[in-house]
Each structure stands twice: as C-alpha cells, then as structure tokens.
C-alpha cells in the first residue's frame, strides 16, 4: 500500500505480474498521484507494465491518478464500477467491470471479485462507494481483501452472500475507516489478522475514527496505518508473513516527532 496521502494506492505482485488497485487521488489539474508517487515506484521496482490496473469506484481519491498511469504505461486489462462513459474508459486498454465471480489465476495465487454484484444498485442514484469492486487475493500464504470503500449496504450484503469468503489474514480496512463502515459483525467475520488504514496525515474528517480502530483492537487485529507508518509492504511467503513500515524500515529523525 503506497502512502498517497488521503486515497489508496495497492499494488499486488506474484512471480510474475502485477496489478494496480487504484491510482490514489488528484491533487490538482497538474498534478496526481499516478506521476507523482504510482509511476516513480514502479519505475524504480522495475515495473515498466501492468497486467491489471483496478478502479474500485468513481471517488477522485481512488481514480484520480488512473489517467496518468494508463497514459505512461502499458495496462493489460482495466478493471472498474465506472460508469460506461467514463473518460477513462476511453483508454487503450481492455475494460472489463468487475462483478462477483469473476476470477482468475497468477502463478499459483487466486483473484477473485466479491462485489459489487450483479444485483447492486446502479446508476447516477446509487452510492459509488457501495458499487466499489471488492478483491479478493489468496495464496498458499494467506488472504487479502481490498474493499474500496464500501459502507454498511455492501458489508451486509457480503456477509450474506458470501461469508465463507471474508475471513483475511489482511484487511483493507474498508473507506479509511470512517464510521460508515467496518460494522461490528463485517470485522468479527473478516477477523483479520492485521488491519491496514488507508489515511492521509491530519486529514479533514477525522479517519480513522476512534471506535472503529477500537473494533479492530478487540478483534486482535495488529492496526497499520499510511499515516503513521507510510507506505506499508505485506510479503507472504509459506509459513511466514511478513510485515514492513517504510517509516520504520527506513526512519528518519524527524519521523520521531
């Protein structure tokens, strides 16, 4: 998880591919964080491809640096919940909506869509967040879930469709942590083992709110956090996981105060 500040940039990797869930925000009409952050990192991983880029829903804080991105490099296929007039869809690239089911294979790790489902709300009325595409990741190591920032609406609705399928060992915890989502019932199901926040230093509303860290501290969940611990590195390997905070693997004096 790269650290864009208020937004969320993931990046997964297996032997041999890679995918981009979401692009982190704009910052203005010169500037976002796909050439800012998203672009430098791959160069400097040697990453000159994606095979997928993901935008989980239409909020400029996931999408804002999609454009810069699917200029600047080759992107194999173009997941999303956008609408089909997108100005992204546009891009040279295969797009594809993400729905639940759909999934693939990469060099012995599972993807695989969770929501929104083909019954979820759509339209110019629904809530983008609810319609974001919910990822599914596991290898031999364990299991991750991304989820966008999906509120009540959609956990409740996975919980009920699908509740075999949440449990992780890592969680995106769901819309930075803000009191619409991250339910009493939605942690206790994910149970995850470490719970990552996606959240901009100071940010304007207040995430992560206080009761919903609390929900993850008494599900036993170790709390990571971008705004703390900057870009935060989860590498499964069989019978180990491992967790890196660049703020800690890589300190700095003034990082103490």
């Known amino acids: 998880m790269l650290d864009v500040g ?12 890679a995918l981009l869930y979401d692009s982190g925000p ?7 964080s796909g050439s800012r952050v998203i672009l430098p990192y791959l160069r400097g991983e040697g990453i000159d491809s994606l095979d997928a880029l993901v935008v989980s829903h239409d909020d400029r804080d996931h999408s804002g640096g999609a454009g ?6 080759s992107v ?5 919940s956008l609408s089909p007039d997108h100005v992204l869809l546009s ?13 693939w294979h990469w060099d012995g790790v599972s993807f695989e869509f ?3 489902h083909a ?16 990822l599914r990741i596991e290898a031999p190591a364990g299991r991750v879930l991304l989820t966008g920032d999906i509120e009540r609406a959609a956990e409740r609705e996975l919980l009920q469709r699908v509740p075999a399928l949440l449990p992780a060992e890592a969680l995106l915890v769901p819309h930075h942590g803000s009191g619409s989502s991250s339910t009493p019932e939605f942690v206790k199901q994910v149970a995850p083992r470490h719970a990552v926040f996606a959240v901009g230093h100071r940010n304007r509303f207040g995430h992560p709110r206080e009761d919903v860290l609390a ?8 709390l990571l956090r971008t705004d703390t611990g900057g870009a935060i590195q989860l590498r499964f390997a069989p019978g180990n996981l491992r967790v890196d905070a660049e703020r800690v693997r890589a300190g700095r004096y003034w990082h103490e105060s």
């Open 6 to 17: 208020q937004g969320l940039a993931v990046l997964a990797r297996t032997e041999k591919h």
């Open 26 to 32: 704009a910052f203005n009409a010169f500037s976002d």
């Open 68 to 73: 810069s991105v699917l200029e600047a490099m």
């Open 76 to 80: 194999g296929l173009l997941w999303s």
């Open 91 to 103: 891009a040279n690239a295969w797009r594809v909506p993400c729905v639940a089911e759909r999934k």
């Open 114 to 116: 969770l929501h929104p």
């Open 119 to 134: 019954e979820t709300p759509s339209g110019r009325t629904a809530r983008a967040n609810n319609r974001s595409c919910v």
């Open 215 to 222: 929900r993850y501290r008494e599900a036993g969940s170790g």
